[in-house]
């Protein structure tokens, strides 16, 4: 009998979680979780694409956003924590090693009578890019869908510094910008573009290539990075590494001089013009990586149809430039409306932008921080991801910001120290002083 009873309460277990668990999957097939940079689109396009999704498809879809700051904070939450994000935004080392790792589903571009704006308007430049994203004999093309791209570089303060002071990466050694500096928390484009600095040699005499050396995660690169950041004229300079924060440090004049993304640069220049701060942007003389950020479906996805419905809605020319205005980067969308909307001959030059928008593009009038031309091109290459080398970088740089980290707290130390001590010796003369005067 007491068996019998014991069976039937685990039937009604197992009828009761098949329930749930079959309520949840239904829940959650109309939930698309996204996992994005922070500040890095106009939030109400989100609201837009649940409404553009349930015209498209008939069905209904709620956003679940989160963010992140660091690329290897996203890739350990899918590589090790396998969570369900449905569409997320890595930059393309990252990609290339989720591709190596079979992290990445590839995107199915059939929408039916929905058009096809990720074939259509991504520009071929990053289509080419892409194809150089080195994924174990998969093209990333099919994995990944080209967001923003920029360069990284020297944001500074025209009242504070010259562009002669930042046209090199030697500027982060400068006296003049003693604990004014910011550098953005990002290891591999500090790691790679520096290196186009310390093994400028070997660059000039054709030792390595550019190209190559965005593959270099040797232990003697490794070593001339982490002396040089440790150098003390780099560390006295160095207020603090900025994962997001940089561009505000900047336009409230708190720092002088932010090594950043153009994006990031763009957006500061804009926001500080508007409160009289007059800021700029160059990229360092020795060389820069151009970075693609890309959205993917990762293989724990629980909702692919809606990914690549947001991924081919974020493709549409009028929804990149609302996200481009948003957030100051520049979109991978190379359509005439993308041209059009961006050209302005009263604050801009002409430049050669043929390789982005195509050949009638030779003379445009465009934002040279965000549509760099071909000068910067040549000085620049793309990242790669540095496979089971990645360990000992992120070692490297965690000993070169803890050493940062420890001579502040021994300052701090040291004022908090000498404030209890004057306290003591204060607290001291007062009771003496109390007791001489009761004696008398
Ligand atoms: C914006 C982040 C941009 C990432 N907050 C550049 N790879």
Known sequence: MKKNILLLFALICSVAFTFTSCENDEQRAHVLKIYNWGDYIDETILDEFTEWYKQETGEDVQIIYQTFDINEVMLSKIEKGHEDYDVVCPSEYIIERMLRNDLLLPIDKDFGNTPNYIDSNVSPYIKDCFDKIDGSGKNANDYAVGYMWGTTGFLYNTKYVNAEDVDSWRAIENPKLKGKLFMKDAFRDIYSTLLTMLREDDLNSGRITRDELMYDASDESIELVENYLKRDEVRNNIAGWEADFGKEEMTKEKAWVNYTWSGDAAWAIDEAAEVGVDLAYIVPKEGTNVWFDGWVIPKYAK??????YFINFLCRSDIAVRNMDEIG??????????????????????????????????????????????????????????????????DMWSRVKGDNANAMTYVIIGVVAVAVIVAAVMSMLKKRKKQSRKKW
């Not at 909702?303 to 690549?308: E, L, P």
């Open 329 to 394: 980067y520049v979109s991978a969308i190379g359509t005439p409306e993308v041209l059009e909307e961006m050209q302005d001959s009263t604050e801009f030059a002409p430049i050669d932008a043929s390789f982005f928008f195509g050949e009638d593009a030779d003379s445009v009038c465009l934002n040279p921080v965000m549509y760099f031309g071909s000068d910067v091109i040549k000085r620049a290459a793309m990242m790669h991801d540095s496979g089971d080398r990645t360990e000992q970088m992120l």
């Open 303 to 308: 909702n692919v149809k809606a990914a690549r």
